[in-house]
């Protein structure tokens, strides 16, 4: 199944470089949606930034079925959704979501 991608790959722009790899879900690349939550796993590689995005709209069974992700460089999510570009240097077990959706990325408290 080939999926079509919000953006082409001649859209994508330099603005996130050396990250390394993350998770998006297809409700952002797909879809178009913003980032409503991330948060940042500790890394399984050396490429792997440990970053994964979704939307936050994402039910259970979404997110059971790996169709509905994939494996990106965090630069090509930036591009999507440049609100996140201030958080990516963050710590490993940082979280950040828009509470309410709509209003900007914030770090989520325990």
């Known amino acids: 199944m080939t999926k079509g991608f919000r953006l082409k790959a001649g859209?994508?722009?330099p603005i996130a470089r050396g990250y390394g790899a993350c998770i998006a879900?297809?409700?952002i690349t797909v879809d178009g949606d913003p980032v409503g939550y991330m948060y940042r796993d500790a890394p399984q590689d050396p490429v792997d930034s440990g970053w994964v995005f979704m939307a936050g709209t994402?039910?259970?069974?979404?997110?059971?079925?790996?169709v509905n992700a994939g494996v990106?460089?965090?630069n090509t999510v930036a591009?999507?959704?440049?609100?996140?570009i201030q958080f990516l240097d963050?710590?490993?077990?940082?979280?950040?979501?828009?509470?309410?959706p709509g209003s900007p990325l914030a770090p989520e408290t325990d």
Do not use: C, H, L
Not at 58 to 66: F, I, L, S
Not at 79 to 84: H, K
Not at 90 to 100: D, K, L, N, T, Y
């Open 25 to 27: 879900t297809d409700r």
């Open 58 to 66: 994402e039910t259970r069974e979404y997110m059971d079925d790996p």
């Open 90 to 100: 963050a710590p490993v077990g940082s979280r950040f979501s828009r509470q309410p």
């Open 72 to 74: 990106y460089d965090v």
């Open 79 to 84: 591009n999507y959704d440049p609100d996140i």
């Open 11 to 13: 859209d994508i722009k």
